[in-house]
């Protein structure tokens, strides 16, 4: 069988065996379109089976997580760990806490982590976590006794050096020191490096807030950089309003970019002047509220639109913030049209399969989640070191750290695609790099 045949006869088992998973499926398989030149130099990793084990999970957990509201009612959903290798580390990913959630979109999720750590070359493995639970709406305590219900559970798989969860979306800083809190009060160890994303009075890093945002604005200045291109005058798309949106505006517009448009999951604002980062962040950060309510506050210059698609304004460099699948192949039309320049993914695979390939075929510079928001999960990484040694660094250092891990990235995937006859496909540079790292760890571990 040809290496091409043997991937389609994996790709369909895998899918047979993990029905009803349509983004794991997606995941594996833009994974499985880029990994062929590589295979064909290893034949010792088809040998050992490393894809087969790769895309199997190490262990995956389900649980009911049972709490009760504000008026008295018992509510239950359902908790995820998807503990997918560890062949470099500790499991390390987020957890998702959105209505969306579902066993396939946390392994689609858990997948691409492997990949994403092990391009941040930090001692990291891969996974995710989360829940159907619905944050919108909830207040402080149904959000706290959700936190500790979930934990009750949870805290009996995980561990700093077993596997350790963060913040994705719907999880921010309260929640991990809700879930902090109940770890530490039913094990009795005051265990920092169990959780990342913590406070910054109780063991949390400085940066890591700031770390997924400002780490896409810096990968995206690498792909323009190295094409002789720059961020500065450019007018810029960030999607979404949240935690990697709210960063990636204040780096872009630090590093001379404009961000002319961002938005939440009911609509969209286009503000002329450019997005003004402080009230943005006092709104969906400090007041949890909604990004109709920038435009109304922004006054003559930010308009509020509810029907269409943030993706049908025009800009030069696109970074999808917000979900999965936010971007398809009619947006990627529109945006090529428009003049986009350069696209990179904050969000987890937030370009649809076909919108990635027109991109790709227009010549725009396309920088995958797995490296562009790789930056959230090192400054991760960079929070244990801290907590194993007891240790606090500075703003500037952490920053520092930062920037110079998503030039290592960015330079990673450049130099692997030439490498591998594929220069600028940085979709292939990351998944044949991070699949590298993963597979050799393997092979040296035996059949694990
Ligand atoms: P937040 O919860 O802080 O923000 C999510 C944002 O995306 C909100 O504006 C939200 O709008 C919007 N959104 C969520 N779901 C949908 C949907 N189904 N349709 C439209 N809009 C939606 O999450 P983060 O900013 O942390 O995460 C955003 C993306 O970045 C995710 O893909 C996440 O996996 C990825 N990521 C996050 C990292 C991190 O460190 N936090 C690290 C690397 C990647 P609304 O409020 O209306 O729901
Ligand atoms: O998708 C991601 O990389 C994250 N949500 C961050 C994971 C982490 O462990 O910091």
Redesign the pocket.
């Known amino acids: 069988m040809s290496i091409s045949e043997s991937l389609a006869a994996l790709r369909q088992n895998i899918e047979s065996r993990n029905p009803a998973e349509p983004e794991f499926h997606q995941a594996i398989n833009e994974v499985f379109e880029t990994l062929s030149p590589m295979l064909g130099k290893h034949p010792e990793y088809a040998e050992a089976k490393l894809l087969e084990r790769i895309c199997e999970p190490e262990r995956q957990i389900i649980f009911r997580v049972p709490w009760v509201d504000d008026a008295g009612e018992v509510q239950i959903n359902r908790g995820f760990r998807v503990e997918f290798n560890s062949a470099l580390g500790p499991y390390k990913g ?1 957890l ?1 806490f ?1 209505p ?1 959630v579902g066993l396939g979109v946390v392994k689609f ?1 858990g997948f691409e982590q492997i990949f994403k750590n092990a391009l941040t070359g930090l001692p990291i493995g891969g996974g995710k976590g989360g829940s159907d639970f619905d944050p ?1 709406g909830k207040s402080d305590n149904e959000i706290m006794r959700f936190c500790q219900s979930f934990m009750t559970e949870l805290y009996r798989h995980i561990g700093e050096y077993t596997d350790v969860p ?7 800083a309260r929640e991990i020191g809700f879930l902090f809190g109940q770890y530490k009060r039913i094990t009795n160890r005051y265990e920092s490096g169990v959780l990342t ?1 913590k406070g910054l009075a109780w063991g949390g890093a400085r940066v890591r807030v700031e ?2 945002g400002y780490g896409t604005a810096y990968f995206v200045q690498e792909m323009l950089a190295a094409n002789d291109a720059g961020l500065g005058g450019r007018d810029v798309i960030v ?8 960063y990636a505006i204040q780096k872009v517009h630090q590093l001379g970019g404009r961000v002319v448009a961002c ?4 609509g969209y604002v286009h503000d002329a002047d450019g997005i003004d980062f402080k009230m943005l962040r006092q709104i ?1 950060e400090v007041e949890r509220g ?2 109709s309510e920038y435009a109304e506050r922004r006054g003559a210059s930010a308009r509020y639109e509810t029907n269409g698609s943030i993706w049908d304004l025009p800009c030069t460099v696109a970074l999808p ?4 699948n ?1 971007l398809d192949a009619e947006a990627a039309r529109r945006l090529i049209a428009s003049g986009v320049v350069a696209v990179a993914e ?5 370009c649809r399969p076909e919108a990635v390939r027109l991109f790709q075929e227009a010549g725009v510079l396309f920088g995958p ?1 797995k490296a562009a ?2 930056g ?2 090192a400054t ?1 990484a960079l929070e244990m070191q801290q907590n194993a040694s007891r240790d606090s660094w500075s703003f500037e250092y952490s920053e520092q750290r930062l920037h110079e891990i998503m030039r290592n990235i960015h330079t990673d995937c450049f130099e692997t695609a030439a490498e591998y006859g594929h220069p600028r496909n940085y979709v292939l540079g990351a998944n044949i790099a991070g699949f590298n790292r993963v597979a050799e760890a393997m092979l040296a571990m035996g059949v694990i």
Do not use: F, W, Y
């Not at 999607?239 to 709210?246: E, F, H, P, Q, R």
């Not at 938005?263 to 009911?266: E, F, I, L, M, R």
């Open positions: 987020g998702r959105h969306s999720l919108k963060a913040g994705d979306i719907g999880v921010g994303g770390a997924t999607s979404g309003s949240g935690n990697v949106a709210i938005s939440d999951s009911t969906k909604r990004i913030c917000a979900t999965q936010e904050g969000a987890n695979m937030p989640g928001n790789a959230g999960v991760s």
